[in-house]
C-alpha cells in the first residue's frame, strides 16, 4: 500500500493569494470557459508557470541525490540518467515559452517540493507529469494560434512520454490511465500547483485562477466507499465530480462517504451538482485517486492504494 500527500508543509497554503489575482470567469464544464482575459499570452504565460514549477522541481531533486542514492533506494540504475534528460527538456520547455512570450513571459517563483528520497521524488514525478499533461490537453481549447497550438502539442506528447515512463519502469504501475488522457480546467491546475510555490515575484503577471479547498479522501478503493472531508465546506447534500479521461462521474456523497468508480486514476472535485463541475458548482478539491490494475485491466486494490490529497 502506498499513500501520497502531495502537502506536508503548511505554510503552503497562502500560495495561492501570493501568486495571482482571481478574476470573474463564466464556466459551462470542468474547464474554465472562453472568457476574454484568457488569450495566447494567458494560456502560455500558464504553460510557462507550470514549466518553471517543474524545472525547479527536477532540479532540485538531481541536486540532492546521487545515482548511488536513487540505486540504494531501490530504483533501477539507469533511472537518474533518465531523469537527468527530463530535467532537460523541461529546461528546454521554459526556454521556448520564454522566448515566445518576451517581456511578457513570467518568471520562477520559490518552490517547496515534499520528497524526502529518490522513491518519494519519483513518486511525485508521476504525479505532476500527469497533471502536466492534462493541463496542456485542458488549455488547447483556448489557443487561437496555430503555430502556439503545434507547440503546445508537441510538450504535450513529450510530456506524457515522460509520464508513461515514470509510472510503468520506474514506478511498475500503470502508464496509462485509458484510451484518453484527462483534460482540466485551469482552476483545477493550479489548485494542484499552487501547493509548491511559496512565493512568486511581483513582477510577474497575474493570471485569472483561482484555488480551491483542499478535498481530502480516507482510505479509498475502486467501487467501495471512502470517507470525504472539505476544508470550511460542508459536504452534506454535495456530490463528488471524478474527472477521467473524457468522462465526469457524480456520485453523491451520503454519510460523509461516497463510492469510489473503478478507475486507475481519477480528479475529483466537491461540487453542490449532479450535471455541472465547473468553476460556479466547485466548492472544494482537487483530489487525486490513484489505484494499480495489472495488464488485463484488472483492480489490484483491496484498499487504497494511492490516494493523494491536494492542500492548497
Given at each position: 500500500?502506498k499513500?501520497?500527500?502531495l502537502?506536508?508543509?503548511g505554510?503552503?497554503?497562502?500560495?495561492?493569494?501570493?501568486?495571482?489575482?482571481?478574476?470573474?470567469r463564466?464556466?459551462?464544464?470542468?474547464?474554465?470557459?472562453?472568457?476574454?482575459?484568457i488569450d495566447d499570452?494567458?494560456?502560455?504565460?500558464?504553460?510557462?508557470?507550470?514549466e518553471h514549477?517543474?524545472n525547479?522541481?527536477y532540479?532540485?531533486a538531481l541536486n540532492?541525490?546521487?545515482e548511488?542514492?536513487?540505486?540504494?533506494?531501490g530504483?533501477?540504475?539507469?533511472?537518474r540518467?533518465?531523469f537527468e534528460?527530463?530535467?532537460s527538456?523541461e529546461?528546454s520547455?521554459v526556454?521556448?515559452?520564454?522566448?515566445?512570450?518576451?517581456?511578457n513571459a513570467?518568471?520562477?517563483?520559490?518552490?517547496?517540493f515534499?520528497y524526502?528520497?529518490?522513491?518519494?521524488f519519483?513518486?511525485?514525478?508521476?504525479?505532476?507529469e500527469g497533471?502536466?499533461?492534462?493541463?496542456y490537453a485542458?488549455?488547447?481549447q483556448?489557443?487561437?494560434s496555430?503555430?502556439?497550438?503545434?507547440t503546445a502539442?508537441?510538450?504535450?506528447s513529450?510530456?506524457?512520454?515522460?509520464?508513461?515512463?515514470?509510472?510503468g519502469?520506474?514506478?511498475?504501475e500503470?502508464p496509462?490511465n485509458g484510451p484518453?488522457?484527462?483534460p482540466l480546467?485551469?482552476d483545477?491546475?493550479?489548485t494542484?500547483?499552487?501547493q509548491f510555490?511559496t512565493?512568486?515575484?511581483?513582477s510577474?503577471?497575474?493570471?485569472?485562477?483561482?484555488?480551491?479547498?483542499?478535498l481530502?479522501f480516507?482510505?479509498?478503493?475502486?467501487?467501495?466507499?471512502?470517507?470525504?472531508t472539505?476544508d470550511g465546506?460542508?459536504?452534506?447534500?454535495?456530490?463528488?465530480?471524478?474527472?477521467?479521461?473524457l468522462?465526469t462521474?457524480?456520485v453523491?456523497v451520503q454519510d460523509?462517504?461516497v463510492?469510489?468508480?473503478?478507475?486507475?486514476?481519477s480528479y475529483a472535485?466537491l461540487t453542490?451538482s449532479n450535471?455541472t463541475?465547473?468553476?460556479s458548482t466547485?466548492?472544494?478539491?482537487?483530489?487525486?485517486?490513484?489505484?494499480?490494475?495489472?495488464?488485463?485491466g484488472t483492480?489490484l486494490?483491496?484498499?487504497?492504494?494511492?490516494?493523494?490529497?491536494?492542500?492548497n
Open positions: 500500500m499513500s501520497i500527500s502537502l506536508t508543509y505554510s503552503l497554503v497562502c500560495a495561492a493569494s501570493a501568486f495571482v489575482l482571481p478574476q470573474a463564466d464556466s459551462s464544464s470542468n474547464s474554465t470557459s472562453t472568457n476574454s482575459t499570452t494567458v494560456v502560455l504565460n500558464f504553460a510557462l508557470t507550470l514549477l517543474e525547479a522541481f532540479t532540485g540532492n541525490f546521487t548511488d542514492d536513487f540505486i540504494n533506494d530504483l533501477p540504475s539507469w533511472a540518467g533518465r534528460q527530463i530535467a527538456h529546461q520547455h526556454e521556448l515559452l520564454t522566448s515566445a512570450l518576451g517581456d513570467t518568471k520562477a517563483c520559490n518552490y517547496s515534499p524526502t528520497s529518490p522513491s518519494s519519483a513518486a511525485l514525478s508521476q504525479v505532476l497533471v502536466g499533461v492534462s493541463a485542458g488549455a488547447a483556448y489557443v487561437s496555430k503555430s502556439y497550438l503545434t502539442a508537441v510538450i504535450l513529450t510530456e506524457a512520454r515522460h509520464a508513461a515512463w515514470v509510472a519502469p520506474v514506478n511498475k500503470n496509462w484518453f488522457d484527462t480546467g485551469l483545477v491546475i493550479y494542484l500547483a499552487a510555490i512565493s512568486c515575484p511581483s510577474n503577471p497575474s493570471l485569472p485562477v483561482k484555488a480551491f479547498p483542499a481530502t480516507g482510505d479509498a478503493s475502486p467501487g467501495q466507499a471512502a470517507n470525504i472539505a465546506v460542508s459536504t452534506d447534500g454535495q456530490y463528488v465530480a471524478f474527472f477521467s479521461g468522462s462521474i457524480f453523491p460523509g462517504q463510492v469510489v468508480p473503478n478507475k486507475t486514476i472535485v453542490n450535471t463541475a465547473d468553476d466547485i466548492s472544494a478539491g482537487v483530489a487525486i485517486l490513484q489505484f494499480p490494475f495489472n495488464s488485463n483492480s486494490s483491496t484498499t487504497g492504494e494511492s490516494s493523494m490529497n491536494v492542500r
